[in-house]
């Protein structure tokens, strides 16, 4: 076999181009141009901060970080590989650990004015040298077939962690929605340096090592409960800087539509010294608190994503109000969720949180079609479903872990996902089984096991995988969706096709 090169291999796996960035250990990247400081992020793509699709409006940020070295940057993009256009670019300042060596630099660049569906070259040049090329296909718009995947629970450095993302590279959808619980242990930013990067912005695409997603597809995420991992004095989840002054790596490693509200009556909740709480603010910008729960459109499909922590109260009027206004005003065909905690899920580790049983019944109101969740080891899918609480005291947040809401469920048992693919009700769908250990042996295969007395014993999982770690695929074709679901060995587990008129 003739050898190939690093430029025709890059090539090759999709990813950037042309990459004069050397790993060096310990998650640094080192230029050959000495003035250069070292990358402790490669550039990856993220949404930005739109949420309706325009076409000539839409816009993505192309974000990297690098050691505390000033440096002259340029992202330079366009339809080809003669670019033509600058990105505006910021930069943050961001602590990494206690240390003055653990000072850093973020870097984003907003690229604007683009077309949708539409293919673009960009690249990085510091100090008048090219440091990498790369390209991106911008958001789709109404009528055109979209396919994404889904998966949480995922970033502790497991080999079934690496193995999905190779998976999930090479089912090459258009963009990623992480179900929450990114980067363990507590979401702060040299846990995403060790590993969350190295995984999706890997350099080669293998089961081994992970792939080059982030460079050129588009990466969502939720706030989940390893974002926000201490405790105040009263057991509460809260992001104490005192601990870790990287906490909340969520509102400043990403960059996501910021058309949430601004408060909601329950901001992820923070504690510790004021300097390094403003130092977090200042690097978050707008992004904090508003960030915590967004929209944005895909092709054909509505995207609404909640934090849904249990310092979030789901009765709250200003929250509800907002959701109602987000899903009624979009004319997308279909409708998705997303939020960490599973409203509706049978494992043994998270039941008691059901704290966002209470939105069921604004989601079928609005037409939702599926939630999507993480938190459980797992992957699950219910039946259609529809939910009315009977008592909705435990789900404010002066009830920290036993959320229980008991309630009425109507189940769809026609729907099978093959025969009759109109559901009626909602599908709920945990695909939290992503890399971290997972939960519940011995689940598949005993569906007494998916029965709660809480519930009444009602049957609500059609489907039920805890041997093994998978991704959702999900394929939006006009009125026509598939949902397959794929394990780490890049076999196909659960599959169901879904029609609507
Ligand atoms: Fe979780």
Redesign the pocket.
């Known amino acids: 076999m003739s050898q190939i090169t690093r430029r025709q291999f890059l090539q090759s796996a999709g990813g950037i181009t042309f990459l004069a960035l050397m790993p060096v250990g310990r998650g640094l990247f080192a230029a050959t141009d000495p003035t250069l400081p070292r990358f402790t992020a490669l550039p990856y793509l993220q949404p930005g901060y739109a949420s309706h699709l325009k076409h000539g409006e839409e816009s993505v940020v192309i974000a990297w970080q690098t050691e505390h070295t000033p440096t002259d940057f340029q992202l330079q993009f366009g339809p080809t590989n003669a670019y033509g256009k600058k990105g505006a670019i910021t930069r943050t300042e961001r602590w990494q650990g206690p240390n003055d060596a653990d000072r850093r630099f973020n870097y984003a660049a907003s690229l604007t004015g683009l077309h949708l569906n539409t293919r673009y070259s960009y690249r990085l040049v510091g100090n008048g040298k090219t440091i990498a090329e790369g390209e991106f296909t911008s958001r789709k718009g109404r009528g055109e077939k979209v396919k994404f995947v889904a998966f ?2 995922n970033s502790y450095g497991d080999p079934g962690e690496l193995a999905v993302a190779y998976y999930a590279y090479q089912s090459h959808p258009d963009f990623i929605m992480n179900t ?2 990114n980067v363990y242990e507590s979401g702060l930013d040299h846990e995403y340096a060790k590993y969350f990067f190295p995984v999706y912005n890997a350099d080669v695409a293998d089961p081994k090592v992970g792939a080059p997603l982030l460079r050129s597809v588009p990466f969502y995420t939720v706030l ?3 974002d926000v991992h201490h405790k105040d004095p009263n057991k509460r989840p809260i992001a104490n800087f005192d601990k870790d002054r990287d906490a909340l790596a969520y509102y400043t490693a990403m960059h996501l539509p910021l058309n949430g509200p601004k408060t909601t009556g329950s901001s992820t909740p923070t504690m510790g010294d004021a300097a390094l709480i403003s130092d977090f603010h200042e690097c978050a910008g707008p992004r904090y608190p508003q960030m915590a729960n967004y929209s944005f459109d895909y092709g054909d499909a509505h995207f609404l994503c909640l934090d849904s922590n249990v310092y979030i109260d789901p009765t709250n009027a200003a929250l509800r109000d907002w959701i109602s206004a987000d899903l009624k005003g979009t004319d997308a065909l279909w409708k998705f969720v997303v939020y ?2 599973p409203a509706f899920n049978v494992g043994d580790n ?1 039941y008691k949180e059901q704290q966002m049983r209470v939105l069921s019944p604004l989601f079928e109101a609005h037409g939702v079609d599926f939630c999507l969740h ?2 459980e080891h797992t992957y699950q899918r219910t039946m259609p479903l529809r939910f009315a609480p009977t008592d909705t005291t435990n789900a404010n947040p002066n009830h920290a872990d036993d959320r229980r809401v008991p309630g009425t469920f109507t189940l769809d048992t026609k729907f099978d996902g093959a025969a009759h693919t109109k559901p009626d009700g909602v599908l709920y769908i945990t695909t ?1 089984a992503g890399g971290k250990e997972l939960y519940d042996p011995g689940f598949d295969t005993d569906p007494t096991k998916w029965l709660h007395e809480d519930d009444k014993n009602v049957a609500y999982v059609s489907k039920f995988v805890s041997s093994v770690h998978s991704f959702t695929v999900i394929e939006i074709d006009g009125p026509s969706l598939t949902l397959t679901q794929i394990d780490e060995n890049g076999v196909e587990l659960d599959k169901i096709h879904v029609t609507k008129a």
Do not use: F, T
Request: proline content about 0%; overall charge negative.
């Open positions: 949480g629970d929450g619980d989940a409960n390893h960490h905690h998270h993480g938190h939290g």
